[in-house]
């Protein structure tokens, strides 16, 4: 259970940066149940790609950079590394969209 509240935190950043008020956002992939079942990547690129596609250059290599950091959620790890993972790509990506958000509003 404590894994599954990992995913909620990444499902719940997702949905956030996503503007998504319900889960199962893109055939259910922004969703706990699917982090749960190694799909963090996914999850944190689909959440990442609206902020890429008309980004700056300097922004677009900021979120290269979050994306090959958590490139390791993709291979074959452990449950404790991979929901470790799960649990700092939350954070990052919460940080990410908080600093957005932030510029947007100056």
Not at 76 to 103: H, K
């Amino acid at each position: 259970m404590r894994d599954h509240m990992k995913s909620l935190r990444l499902e719940n950043a997702a949905r956030r940066a996503l503007n998504l008020d319900s889960r199962g956002g893109i055939a259910g992939v922004i969703d706990a149940d699917f982090i749960d079942q190694r799909g963090a990547f996914t999850v944190l690129v689909a959440a990442l790609s609206p902020y890429y596609k008309d980004a700056s250059p300097e922004l677009q290599q900021r979120i290269d950079q979050i994306v090959d950091s958590f490139y390791f959620l993709h291979d074959d790890i452990s449950d404790e590394e991979y929901f470790e993972g799960v649990e700092r790509a939350a954070e990052v990506l919460n940080e990410f969209v908080r600093e957005i958000s932030r510029q947007a509003s100056e």
